[in-house]
C-alpha cells in the first residue's frame, strides 16, 4: 500500500488574452511539489511549507492547498484519515502564474494518488478551486482547470465549472517573463469597468472563437490574427511597468501573440516552436534589464499533463 506522494502541479497562464476568467494553458515550469503521507495522527495536518518565506497558514482551512485537500476527504467521506501535507513553493507569488491554483491542484492530486482513487481529476476540480479560493475570495476556475487537467482549458461556466479541453497545436510554446513588481489582483481586478460595449464585445467574441478554432486546426496565422485582448489589457496594461514595450518587443520577434498572464504583473508570449520561444524571450528581458527591473523568465512547452504523480513510496 503506498504510504507517502509527491504531486507536481504546474503554472499556468489565465485569460490568454482572449479568454477573461474562461481561458487558461498550464507551462512545464515553473510548479509547486506537494508531499501527502498517511499518519496515525486522525485528520489532516500541514507539516511543512516551503519557498514561502513564511507567508503561508498553517491551518488547514486557511491554506489553498490544505482546504483543497480537505474538501476533497470530506467529499468523499473520509475527513477522519490521518494525512500530513507537505507545499514546497517553487514558483513566485503574486506573479500572475496561477500559484495558489499549483498548490491547490497539486494538493488534490496528493490525495488522490495516496488513496489510489479511481476518481478522474476533472472529478476532484470543484475541491481544487474551493482551495484556490482562499487565496483572493473568487471562485473561477482559469488557472486551477489548466494546472489539474494541463494543456488549454476553457471553462464554459465557472459556476457549474463546465469546463472544456482543448487541443494544443504541435510546436505550440510559450515564452514568459515576471517583472518583480507587485500588481494585487483585487487591485487588478477592481480597475475594471463593469461596462463592456457592443463593438468591444463583438471583437472581443470574434478573437476568442478564432482563437479557439486555430487550436483546433494549428492554423498559426489565424491564432496570430486572433490574439488580441481588446477589453481588459487596454484596462490593466498601465498596472505593469513597460507593458507594451514588452509587448512590441514580443511580436517583432517571433511572438504570435504577447499579453498579461492572468492579472498580471507576468506577461506571456507564444511562439511556435521552442527556439522561436527562446529568440522571443530575449528582446522582452532587455527591457526589463535595461530598466533595471528584477525578473525571471520561463521558456517551455505547453504542458500536457496537468498535476503529476511524481514519486511514490511504499
Ligand atoms: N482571470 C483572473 C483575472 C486571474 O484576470 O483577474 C486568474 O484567476
Redesign the pocket.
Known amino acids: 500500500m503506498i504510504q507517502e506522494v509527491r504531486v507536481f502541479a504546474p503554472a499556468s497562464v489565465?485569460?490568454v488574452a482572449v479568454g477573461?476568467?474562461i481561458l487558461?494553458f498550464a507551462i512545464e515550469k515553473p510548479g509547486d511539489e506537494i508531499v501527502a503521507r498517511f499518519s496515525d495522527t486522525p485528520g489532516l495536518r500541514i507539516v511543512s511549507i516551503t519557498g514561502d518565506n513564511g507567508r503561508l497558514p498553517y491551518e488547514v482551512e486557511k491554506n489553498t492547498a490544505g482546504y483543497a485537500a480537505q474538501r476533497l476527504l470530506a467529499q468523499w467521506g473520509k475527513a477522519e484519515l490521518g494525512i500530513e501535507l507537505e507545499i514546497h513553493k517553487k514558483m513566485p507569488f503574486g506573479s500572475?502564474l496561477?500559484s495558489s491554483?499549483a498548490s491547490a491542484a497539486g494538493a488534490v492530486m496528493a490525495i488522490k494518488s495516496l488513496l489510489g482513487s479511481s476518481a478522474t481529476k476533472m472529478q476532484c476540480m470543484r475541491a481544487a478551486v474551493e482551495g484556490e479560493q482562499k487565496a483572493?475570495g473568487?471562485f473561477?476556475a482559469?488557472?486551477v482547470a489548466p494546472s489539474l487537467l494541463g494543456g488549454f482549458t476553457l471553462i464554459r461556466s465557472n459556476k457549474a465549472l463546465d469546463i472544456i479541453s482543448l487541443p494544443v497545436p504541435n510546436d505550440l510554446c510559450a515564452a514568459v517573463i515576471y517583472p518583480k513588481v507587485e500588481v494585487l489582483?483585487k487591485s487588478?481586478?477592481d480597475i475594471?469597468s463593469p461596462q463592456l460595449s457592443l463593438t468591444t464585445c463583438i471583437a472581443q467574441t470574434g478573437n476568442l472563437a478564432a482563437f479557439i478554432s486555430s487550436l483546433y486546426t494549428g492554423d498559426f496565422e489565424l491564432m496570430a490574427r486572433s490574439l488580441q485582448d481588446v477589453w481588459?489589457e487596454p484596462q490593466?496594461a498601465s498596472l505593469i511597468p513597460y507593458f507594451k514595450e514588452v509587448q512590441e518587443a514580443a511580436k517583432a520577434n517571433h511572438a504570435l501573440g504577447c499579453s498579461?498572464s492572468?492579472?498580471g504583473p507576468s506577461i506571456f508570449a507564444l511562439c511556435r516552436g521552442i527556439s522561436q520561444a527562446e529568440k522571443c524571450i530575449e528582446p522582452m528581458r532587455a527591457i526589463f534589464q535595461k530598466a533595471g527591473i528584477p525578473h525571471q523568465t520561463y521558456v517551455s512547452a505547453i504542458n500536457q499533463t496537468g498535476a503529476t504523480l511524481i514519486n511514490k513510496t511504499n
Do not use: E
Open positions: 489565465a485569460n477573461y476568467d487558461g500572475g496561477g491554483a483572493d473568487a473561477h482559469d488557472n489582483t487588478a481586478r475594471l481588459i490593466r498579461i492572468g492579472a
